[in-house]
Protein backbone atom coordinates (compact mmCIF):
# COMPACT_ATOMS: atom_id res chain seq x y z
CA UNK A 1 0.00 0.00 0.00
CA UNK A 2 1.23 3.18 -1.29
CA UNK A 3 0.48 6.14 1.06
CA UNK A 4 0.18 9.84 -1.24
CA UNK A 5 1.22 12.61 0.92
CA UNK A 6 0.67 16.80 -0.37
CA UNK A 7 3.67 18.81 0.28
CA UNK A 8 3.36 22.88 0.59
CA UNK A 9 6.55 24.17 0.50
CA UNK A 10 8.02 26.03 3.59
CA UNK A 11 8.05 29.56 3.58
CA UNK A 12 11.53 31.73 4.00
CA UNK A 13 9.60 34.55 6.20
CA UNK A 14 6.25 35.37 7.41
CA UNK A 15 3.36 34.44 9.29
CA UNK A 16 1.87 31.03 8.87
CA UNK A 17 -1.71 30.43 10.61
CA UNK A 18 -2.85 26.67 11.72
CA UNK A 19 -5.58 24.82 12.85
CA UNK A 20 -8.21 26.97 11.65
CA UNK A 21 -11.95 25.51 11.73
CA UNK A 22 -12.27 23.94 8.59
CA UNK A 23 -13.91 25.93 6.07
CA UNK A 24 -12.88 29.51 7.67
CA UNK A 25 -9.48 29.60 6.29
CA UNK A 26 -11.16 32.64 3.00
CA UNK A 27 -13.33 34.19 5.49
CA UNK A 28 -9.94 34.69 7.74
CA UNK A 29 -8.42 36.33 5.11
CA UNK A 30 -11.05 38.57 3.61
CA UNK A 31 -12.06 39.43 7.37
CA UNK A 32 -8.15 40.27 8.51
CA UNK A 33 -7.31 42.25 4.82
CA UNK A 34 -4.55 39.36 3.99
CA UNK A 35 -6.77 38.89 1.07
CA UNK A 36 -5.13 41.67 -0.28
CA UNK A 37 -1.63 41.01 0.43
CA UNK A 38 0.30 40.65 -2.89
CA UNK A 39 2.71 38.05 -1.37
CA UNK A 40 2.98 34.67 -1.98
CA UNK A 41 0.52 32.86 -0.04
CA UNK A 42 -0.71 29.42 -0.17
CA UNK A 43 -3.67 28.14 1.24
CA UNK A 44 -4.88 24.83 2.33
CA UNK A 45 -8.98 24.18 2.95
CA UNK A 46 -10.40 20.80 4.65
CA UNK A 47 -7.13 19.54 4.87
CA UNK A 48 -7.11 16.70 7.01
CA UNK A 49 -5.80 16.64 10.87
CA UNK A 50 -5.29 14.25 13.18
CA UNK A 51 -6.75 16.42 16.40
CA UNK A 52 -9.83 17.93 14.26
CA UNK A 53 -10.09 15.83 11.91
CA UNK A 54 -10.05 18.50 9.93
CA UNK A 55 -8.68 22.07 8.97
CA UNK A 56 -7.72 24.92 7.12
CA UNK A 57 -4.32 26.39 7.08
CA UNK A 58 -2.77 29.50 5.20
CA UNK A 59 0.89 30.56 5.12
CA UNK A 60 2.12 33.88 3.83
CA UNK A 61 5.36 35.06 2.74
CA UNK A 62 6.75 38.75 4.13
CA UNK A 63 3.74 39.21 6.62
CA UNK A 64 2.98 39.11 10.21
CA UNK A 65 -0.57 39.43 12.14
CA UNK A 66 -0.70 42.80 14.27
CA UNK A 67 -3.26 42.69 17.47
CA UNK A 68 -6.54 42.86 15.76
CA UNK A 69 -5.91 40.32 12.87
CA UNK A 70 -4.96 38.34 15.62
CA UNK A 71 -8.53 38.97 17.55
CA UNK A 72 -10.85 38.15 14.42
CA UNK A 73 -9.31 34.97 14.09
CA UNK A 74 -9.58 34.05 17.49
CA UNK A 75 -13.35 34.90 17.13
CA UNK A 76 -14.10 32.70 14.12
CA UNK A 77 -11.36 29.71 14.75
CA UNK A 78 -10.38 29.83 18.43
CA UNK A 79 -8.23 26.33 18.11
CA UNK A 80 -5.87 28.39 15.52
CA UNK A 81 -2.55 28.78 15.88
CA UNK A 82 0.05 31.69 14.32
CA UNK A 83 3.54 31.46 13.83
CA UNK A 84 6.24 33.28 12.57
CA UNK A 85 8.61 32.11 10.10
CA UNK A 86 12.26 33.47 10.13
CA UNK A 87 14.81 31.87 7.55
CA UNK A 88 12.49 28.99 7.16
CA UNK A 89 12.25 28.21 11.06
CA UNK A 90 9.62 28.62 13.63
CA UNK A 91 10.65 31.66 15.53
CA UNK A 92 7.72 32.08 17.90
CA UNK A 93 4.27 30.20 18.04
CA UNK A 94 1.46 31.18 19.92
CA UNK A 95 -2.33 30.19 19.96
CA UNK A 96 -4.70 32.70 19.70
CA UNK A 97 -6.60 34.20 22.29
CA UNK A 98 -10.42 35.18 22.58
CA UNK A 99 -10.34 38.58 24.23
CA UNK A 100 -12.74 38.49 27.30
CA UNK A 101 -13.98 41.96 25.72
CA UNK A 102 -14.44 42.46 21.74
CA UNK A 103 -14.40 46.26 20.63
CA UNK A 104 -14.95 47.65 17.81
CA UNK A 105 -15.08 44.93 15.15
CA UNK A 106 -18.14 43.73 15.65
CA UNK A 107 -21.94 45.58 14.72
CA UNK A 108 -24.52 45.87 17.02
CA UNK A 109 -27.69 44.79 15.00
CA UNK A 110 -29.98 46.39 17.91
CA UNK A 111 -31.47 49.53 16.11
CA UNK A 112 -31.87 51.24 19.64
CA UNK A 113 -28.34 50.50 20.74
CA UNK A 114 -26.52 53.31 21.65
CA UNK A 115 -23.71 52.28 19.40
CA UNK A 116 -26.01 52.85 16.44
CA UNK A 117 -26.48 56.55 17.68
CA UNK A 118 -25.33 59.05 15.34
CA UNK A 119 -25.59 61.80 18.10
CA UNK A 120 -23.21 60.01 20.47
CA UNK A 121 -20.39 58.19 18.75
CA UNK A 122 -19.74 54.79 20.52
CA UNK A 123 -17.91 51.95 19.77
CA UNK A 124 -19.38 48.92 20.05
CA UNK A 125 -18.30 46.51 22.91
CA UNK A 126 -19.02 42.89 23.56
CA UNK A 127 -18.97 40.95 26.37
CA UNK A 128 -17.98 37.06 25.33
CA UNK A 129 -19.74 35.09 26.84
CA UNK A 130 -18.95 31.26 26.18
CA UNK A 131 -16.14 30.91 23.63
CA UNK A 132 -17.28 27.08 22.70
CA UNK A 133 -19.67 27.53 20.88
CA UNK A 134 -19.34 31.48 20.66
CA UNK A 135 -22.03 33.54 22.12
CA UNK A 136 -21.36 37.05 22.73
CA UNK A 137 -23.22 40.04 24.70
CA UNK A 138 -24.18 43.66 23.98
CA UNK A 139 -22.72 45.56 26.76
CA UNK A 140 -25.19 48.27 26.26
CA UNK A 141 -28.30 46.22 24.97
CA UNK A 142 -27.51 43.03 26.63
CA UNK A 143 -28.33 41.20 23.12
CA UNK A 144 -26.70 38.01 22.75
CA UNK A 145 -25.44 36.74 19.27
CA UNK A 146 -24.07 33.46 18.36
CA UNK A 147 -21.12 32.78 16.06
CA UNK A 148 -23.54 32.63 12.65
CA UNK A 149 -25.08 35.66 13.53
CA UNK A 150 -22.37 37.83 14.15
CA UNK A 151 -21.79 40.79 11.60
CA UNK A 152 -18.19 42.33 11.73
CA UNK A 153 -17.43 45.53 11.11
CA UNK A 154 -16.29 46.22 7.13
CA UNK A 155 -13.42 47.78 6.84
CA UNK A 156 -11.96 49.79 4.04
CA UNK A 157 -10.49 48.56 0.95
CA UNK A 158 -7.13 49.49 -0.24
CA UNK A 159 -8.12 49.61 -3.38
CA UNK A 160 -10.93 48.76 -5.98
CA UNK A 161 -11.16 45.28 -7.16
CA UNK A 162 -11.18 43.91 -10.16
CA UNK A 163 -13.98 41.29 -10.52
CA UNK A 164 -13.70 38.48 -12.98
CA UNK A 165 -17.04 37.46 -14.96
CA UNK A 166 -17.17 34.16 -16.99
CA UNK A 167 -19.58 34.30 -19.21
CA UNK A 168 -20.97 30.93 -20.80
Known sequence: MSQKNLRIDRIQKGTVID???AGYALTILNLTGLDEASNLMTIGVNVSSQKYGKKDIVKIENVFLDEVQMAQ?????PNATISLI???EVIEKKKVEMPRIIKK??????KTCISNSNKEPIDTEFKVLEEKPLKIQC??????YK?????FKPRRKKGKR???MIQL
Not at 73 to 77: A, E, G, K, T, Y
Not at 105 to 110: A, D, F, G, M, R
Not at 139 to 144: A, T
Open 147 to 151: LNEIK
Open 86 to 88: ENY
Open 73 to 77: ISILS
Open 162 to 164: VKQ
Open 105 to 110: LIVCET
Open 19 to 21: HID
Open 139 to 144: VYCDRI
